[in-house]
T-cell receptor, first 114, second 117 residues
Framework: DSGVTQTPKHLITATGQRVTLRCSPRSGDLSVYWYQQSLDQGLQFLIQYYNGEERAKGNILERFSAQQFPDLHSELNLSSLELGDSALYFC?????????????FGSGTQLSVL | AQTVTQSQPEMSVQEAETVTLSCTYDTSENNYYLFWYKQPPSRQMILVIRQEAYKQQNATENRFSVNFQKAAKSFSLKISDSQLGDTAMYFCAFMKHAGGGADGLTFGKGTHLIIQP
């Protein structure tokens, strides 16, 4: 168990809908990262937050947004969903923001857009 | 932008054998970090080993070691005395050196390693 909690584990929704994925980092970790894993694109970095502030942005679509709350949990919001958004969404956390940080990954949220 | 290439989509070896997974990368950065992550059927990503590019000494973690060739931009993973529990997808990943951890990890497509009893 990595200590990173993601909910829900599975999510099935329809095109055009909006969903929210939740992540609770390990106790003491200030950084939260979101990654998307799909068959087409592989594993892609979406966005990073550190202590409530956005720190780095990767291949995140404009239809997607995220935030980190004062209690350090994070939410990834996906809107106007398309079939191609079906993927496994990972959250990871680390203590700081350094490039050599060990990331602890959650078990992911499997999103299916029908 | 960086790219990471894993040329072996799938490998299969017998238990107790040694296996090497290959990874090459392309970058114009001089300071960076390299990682191997394991994704077993449970789907959870687990860090196996990491290497700082400025260190010439190859990293080792128990049965796992790397062969880091900076000039060749090669970062292979060797698993000794392979065990059934090593069956998983293995991802090579790159992160450039940045104080803010910018850009996140760039992953390869992965190698599916199967350990046969």
């Amino acid at each position: 168990d990595s200590g990173v909690t993601q909910t829900p584990k599975h999510l099935i929704t329809a095109t055009g809908q909006r969903v929210t994925l939740r992540c609770s980092p390990r106790s003491g970790d200030l950084s939260v990262y979101w990654y998307q894993q799909s068959l087409d694109q592989g594993l892609q970095f979406l966005i990073q937050y550190y202590n409530g502030e956005e720190r780095a942005k990767g291949n995140i679509l404009e239809r997607f947004s995220a935030q980190q709350f004062p209690d350090l949990h994070s939410e990834l919001n996906l809107s106007s969903l398309e079939l191609g958004d079906s993927a496994l969404y990972f959250c990871a956390s680390s203590e700081g923001t350094g490039s050599y940080e060990k990331l602890f990954f959650g078990s992911g949220t499997q999103l299916s857009v029908l | 932008a960086q790219t990471v290439t894993q040329s072996q989509p799938e490998m299969s070896v017998q238990e107790a054998e040694t296996v090497t997974l290959s990874c090459t990368y392309d970058t114009s950065e001089n300071n960076y970090y390299l990682f191997w992550y394991k994704q077993p059927p449970s789907r959870q990503m687990i860090l196996v080993i990491r290497q700082e590019a400025y260190k010439q000494q190859n990293a080792t973690e128990n049965r796992f070691s790397v062969n880091f060739q900076k000039a060749a931009k090669s970062f292979s993973l060797k698993i000794s005395d392979s065990q059934l529990g090593d069956t998983a997808m293995y991802f090579c990943a790159f992160m450039k050196h940045a104080g803010g951890g910018a850009d996140g990890l760039t992953f390869g497509k992965g190698t599916h390693l199967i350990i046969q009893p």
